[in-house]
């Protein structure tokens, strides 16, 4: 089985541009999540996404946003970028909403490294 | 609020030692899950072992162990004869029962370099 997919690997975006990131969970999976993880602040959660709605919504402004395609896929945006943006951006899917559980613990991409310049 | 604390930032060892990985959290609601994660250099968070609150029994998986004790707070890891294959970065995790969605707190993870 197909891991969670991310794309695109690394990206490289000016201050004040947007930028599109892209996530493909495992088969099956219909719940998407979004965490952000930069040196300073750590790993954060950003976003959770299923059934193409948003379930739950982290400590970040509303330049960054998400959703969810009727596949499951989802898709994350950032606009007017800023220097603080840069980070890796990792997706993960699980099998189903709610709380993360024993039996359905969040499965991860090898995330997104973008960088603002 | 829920947070989760790993006071180690480096632990150096050489191979075939043990490691123990500390973790200490704080949230307000009696069912959570704890979760240890281990990142290599490729990125991907890596699942590793679970425990849900209402289960205090220590297990070993392999060359993994834990050992959850709720009445200080703690779930620590530990990876017994160390191999440099082990060298990451382990984040330990809690997720309350209460909070909608799939939402982990993480510590800020501890970096574990094994020496041959």
């Known amino acids: 089985k197909a891991g969670v997919t991310q794309t695109p690997r690394y990206l490289i975006k000016t201050r004040g541009q947007q930028v599109t990131l892209s996530c493909s969970p495992i088969?099956?999976?219909?719940?998407v999540s979004w965490y952000q993880q930069t040196p300073g602040q750590g790993l954060q959660f950003l976003f959770e996404y299923f059934s193409e709605t948003q379930r739950n919504k982290g400590n970040f402004p509303g330049r960054f946003s998400g959703r969810q395609f009727s596949n499951s896929r989802s898709e994350m945006n950032v606009s007017t970028l800023e220097l603080g943006d840069s980070a890796l951006y990792l997706c993960?899917?699980?099998?189903?909403?709610?709380?993360?559980?024993?039996?359905?613990?969040?499965?991860f991409g090898n995330g997104t490294r973008l960088t603002v310049t | 609020a829920q947070k989760v604390t790993q006071a180690q930032t480096e632990i150096s060892v050489v191979e075939k030692e043990d490691v123990t990985l500390d973790c200490v959290y704080e949230?307000?609601?009696?069912?959570?899950?704890l979760f240890w994660y281990k990142q290599p250099p490729s990125g991907e968070l890596v699942f590793l072992i679970r425990r849900n609150s209402f289960d205090e029994q220590n297990e070993i998986s392999g060359r993994y162990s834990w050992n959850f004790q709720k009445s200080t707070s703690s779930f620590n890891f530990t990876i017994t004869a160390s191999q440099v294959v082990d060298s990451a970065v382990y984040f330990c995790a809690l997720s309350e029962a209460g909070a909608a969605g799939n939402k982990l707190t993480f510590g800020g993870g501890t970096r574990v370099l094994v020496k041959p």
């Open positions: 949230t307000r609601d009696t069912t959570y899950y």
């Open positions: 993960a899917s699980s099998p189903r909403a709610g709380a993360v559980s024993v039996n359905s613990p969040l499965h």
């Open positions: 088969s099956g999976h219909r719940s």
